[in-house]
């Protein structure tokens, strides 16, 4: 399977909460990435998460990482139109970035 | 600072045409990436330099893709010849080192259509 997982579509109201989920198989990542890409853009660093924290806060942005399940989670509060995009969880195996197949986020007015 | 440059911006070939896509990193990055986006997924790295030596091009399709990045800098990728599952957007990114925690710094890409 996969080395990174991802749902693909999410679709949230503006001023809601939206999170958006990845999986991960490599245990020894020590780090993990949320990238967001707009369209006809390349990939912008969002946050990173470093493997020995559990939460890490920056602005409306919560990550969320559950080392026992490898499970990883981007929280935008109160969402807004310009947060559409497609988001990607990315981890360091064995020395280069694997990304997940992206979280379309769809943001309706 | 100026972010990771690649160009061109747009390309539409002929299959078994060849094509060549051009990166400058950012100034001191070692290390250079470039990854393949196929529409509908995540981007699958091709190869991966730290200065002007192969670090992995165990994804790169050497058949007919070739990578070089001969001072240390700028890189060129090149396909020859061109088949119909090319067509992606081709992205360079660029790190401080391979051992850089900060993530990897993108280029707009490159768009690749062939037809």
């Known amino acids: 399977g996969e080395d990174v997982e991802q749902s693909l579509f999410l679709s949230v109201r503006e001023g809601d909460s939206s999170v958006i989920n990845c999986t991960y198989t490599?245990?020894?990542?020590?780090?993990l990435y949320w990238y967001k890409q707009e369209p006809g853009a390349g990939l912008q660093l969002l946050t990173y998460?470093?493997?020995?924290?559990d939460m890490k806060q920056d602005q409306r942005l919560t990550v969320l990482l559950n080392k026992k399940d490898k499970h990883l989670s981007l929280r935008i509060a109160d969402t807004q139109t310009g947060d559409s995009a497609i988001y990607f969880c990315a981890g360091p195996l064995t020395g280069k970035l694997i990304f997940g197949q992206g979280t379309t986020l769809q943001v309706k007015p | 600072e100026a972010g990771v440059a690649q160009s061109p911006r747009y390309k539409i070939i002929e299959k078994r045409q060849s094509v060549a896509f051009w990166c400058n990193p950012i100034?001191?990055?070692?290390?250079l990436y470039w990854y393949q986006q196929i529409l509908g997924q995540g981007p699958k790295l091709l190869i991966q330099f730290q200065n002007n030596g192969v670090v992995d091009d165990s994804q790169l399709p050497k058949d007919r893709f070739s990578a070089e990045r001969l001072k240390g800098v700028d890189s060129t990728l090149k396909i020859q010849p061109a088949k119909l599952e090319d067509s992606a957007v081709y992205l360079c990114?660029?790190?401080?080192?391979?051992?850089?925690?900060?993530?990897?710094?993108f280029g707009s890409g490159t768009r690749l259509t062939v037809v």
């Open positions: 998460i470093f493997s020995n924290m």
């Open positions: 990114a660029s790190s401080l080192d391979l051992s850089d925690s900060y993530g990897y710094t």
């Open positions: 100034s001191g990055h070692a290390t």
């Open positions: 490599d245990s020894s990542s020590t780090y």
